[in-house]
């Protein structure tokens, strides 16, 4: 199977990344990938991980997620290690040293999902601390607005604000002890969106401080399956303090060093990397 992109990533989209905080990559992944992670999917489904999630809010529909599935689930595991998915993260990032996996999330909204992700950015809930993250979103269905299209508030990775994180679950479990986040939907008229409508084989980049948001799958009869890939490139470090993102297991590293261990390993590197597909 592929395990370059199909193209590479160009100087243009690369600056669109830096500056926009997100870009949208079309037709990175080859046929056979998507196909086998659209099996590998409703597996995971069927058989849910340890950090799986019940995000329909109480709503009508299904919202399915998951975390750190690479960890027990051979395929996605392989999609980490083997797919074009860490060549993006060193492309877009521009990294020299290494690209390594923080985690992935499955995020499957069903026909029918009222659930809504709110507006939020990543960072505020991790354990990191660097400007070389990223999440690479992959779809493995067609994706419309009606169907639950990503939104961006585009340049607000360079606000230099960490804001409350928000629950995906409609509770509070989060608290309130940063500063909160400001009415985006009343302030419209004060900033730039982006919303791309992507098919099998593109993928979204985005910075780990861009604000972002989705709508529930409005449409009856396709599904929005994709996964959130984090990557982190050579200025990334480990800041578990004050994080609210709950890891599978103990990553065993500490305070501040780089973010590289068992749990967060390497997926790309000048050199060729061994053993990179033994489970984490």
């Avoid at 992959?138 to 419309?144: I, R």
């Avoid at 800041?239 to 390993?265: H, N, T, V």
Wanted: hydrophobic share 35%; net charge negative; glycine share 8%.
């Amino acid at each position: 199977m592929q395990n370059e992109p199909k193209r590479p990533v160009t100087d243009k989209e690369r600056d669109e990344f830096w500056r926009n905080g997100v870009v949208w990559l079309r037709d990175m992944f080859d046929v056979a990938w998507i196909e086998r992670m659209q099996t590998a999917v409703d597996d995971a489904i069927a058989n849910p991980g340890p950090m799986h999630l019940k995000m329909d809010q109480g709503l009508a529909g299904k919202f399915h997620g998951d975390s750190f599935v690479w960890t027990w689930q051979d395929d996605f595991r392989a999609f980490m290690f083997e797919s074009p998915a860490g060549a993006i993260a060193h492309q877009v990032l521009g990294a020299t040293e290494r690209v390594t996996l923080f985690f992935d999330t499955l995020l499957v909204k069903e026909p029918g999902s009222q659930a809504v992700t709110p507006w939020h950015h990543d960072l505020p809930y991790w354990p990191i601390d660097g400007n070389q993250v990223c999440t690479i979103w992959t779809p493995f269905d067609p994706v419309t607005v009606e169907s639950g299209a990503v939104e961006y508030l585009v340049g607000s990775h360079l606000w230099g604000k960490r804001y409350q994180p928000q629950s995906f679950t409609g509770d509070d479990r989060y608290g309130t002890s940063m500063e909160l986040l400001p009415d985006i939907e009343a302030q419209r008229d004060q900033h730039k969106f982006v919303i791309y409508e992507t098919e099998p084989g593109d993928c979204l980049v985005h910075h780990g401080l861009t604000l972002h948001r989705a709508p529930g799958n409005a449409n009856a009869s396709v599904r929005r399956r994709a996964l959130a890939s984090r990557f982190c490139g050579d200025d990334a470090t480990y800041q578990p303090e004050g994080s609210f993102q709950p890891l599978i297991r103990d990553p065993g590293i500490e305070s501040g060093a780089p973010l590289e261990c068992d749990l967060f390993p390497r997926v790309w590197s000048p050199e060729p990397i061994a053993h990179a597909t033994e489970r984490g």
